[in-house]
Nanobody
């Protein structure tokens, strides 16, 4: 059983920053695409950013220039990060770490249904 565990969410004011982290329980996922998705109340889950095994990245338009996705492998553990700067109230949502087999990390961003594994989510709230 693979576990993706997020942390780092919280409440900030407009213009603030947060860094989300995700720990993956199996090193086999070093060979999978990873990504961050989010879901606001009464809205569909949407892509934020994805990263390939070769650390190529792809961002949703709303994240470009403000968010940075990265991945690291240390001490036999895979980590996924999302640095979020200049946060806006419309960024308020539950943020999910995700993993997918295969190489289409760009198409995956726009098709969350392709995800094989989800974390439990971490809440981000941005106040005006």
């Amino acid at each position: 059983q693979v576990h993706l565990v997020e942390s780092g969410g919280g409440s900030v004011q407009t213009g603030g920053s947060l860094r989300l982290s995700c720990v993956v329980s199996t090193i086999a996922y070093t060979r999978r695409c990873m990504g961050w998705f989010r879901q606001a109340p009464e809205k569909e889950r949407e892509g934020v950013a994805t990263i390939s095994v070769g650390v190529s990245t792809h961002y949703a338009d709303h994240a470009k220039g403000r968010f940075t996705i990265s991945r690291d492998f240390a001490q036999n553990t895979l980590y996924l990060y999302l640095q979020m700067n200049n946060l806006r109230p419309e960024d308020t949502a539950m943020y999910y770490c995700a993993a997918k087999r295969g190489g289409d990390y760009m198409g995956w961003l726009h098709n969350p249904s392709q995800t094989q594994n989800w974390g439990q989510g971490t809440q981000v709230t941005v106040s005006p």
